[in-house]
């Protein structure tokens, strides 16, 4: 009976939130343990805002008849693909600066792929061109 009051669209919203929540969780227990206690991996939360808009503004601006269409979209996803690979290497390096201590880097880690996995799966459920679209936002 449950079945008919879940819907695809809330169950999967509810997943992206959750998914969203632990990977935010293993970035504060990466900065915010007594043992680590340094904040700098927090700087991956730009990462997390810029990964999405270049493949945003690539959808936006591009028809999909047009010839430069795959252009647009493949520097999009070379844009994408460079912030999420920084935001890989942001904590390694902080780590063998001695800024963060090697657990606080492979908590961050942790999170940064739980979070770029979120953010995958948004796009993926809700990049359709359905009723129920991210771009109607």
């Known amino acids: 009976m449950w079945k008919h ?3 695809y669209n809330a169950l999967s919203l509810i997943s992206l939130s959750f998914g969203g929540a632990i990977g935010l969780m293993f970035l504060m227990l990466g900065c915010a343990l007594p043992i680590y206690n ?3 991996p927090l700087f ?3 990462f997390y805002i810029l990964s999405p808009i270049p493949y945003c ?3 936006r601006l591009v028809d999909d008849t047009d010839a430069m269409s795959n252009a647009c979209k493949e520097l ?3 844009l994408t693909t460079g912030i999420v690979v920084s935001a890989f290497g942001l ?6 600066a001695h800024l963060i201590e090697w657990g606080a880097c492979a908590l961050v880690l942790t999170g940064n792929t739980v979070i770029f996995a979120t953010i995958l799966g948004f796009f993926l459920v809700f990049g359709s061109n359905d009723d129920f679209s991210w771009q109607q936002w």
């Not at 904590?91 to 063998?96: E, G, K, M, T």
Request: proline share 5%; no cysteine; glycine share 0%.
């Open 44 to 46: 991956v939360l730009f």
């Open 5 to 7: 009051f879940i819907k």
């Open 38 to 40: 340094q904040y700098w």
């Open 76 to 78: 999009a996803i070379f």
């Open 57 to 59: 503004i690539a959808r």
């Open 91 to 96: 904590p390694i390096v902080f780590a063998r």
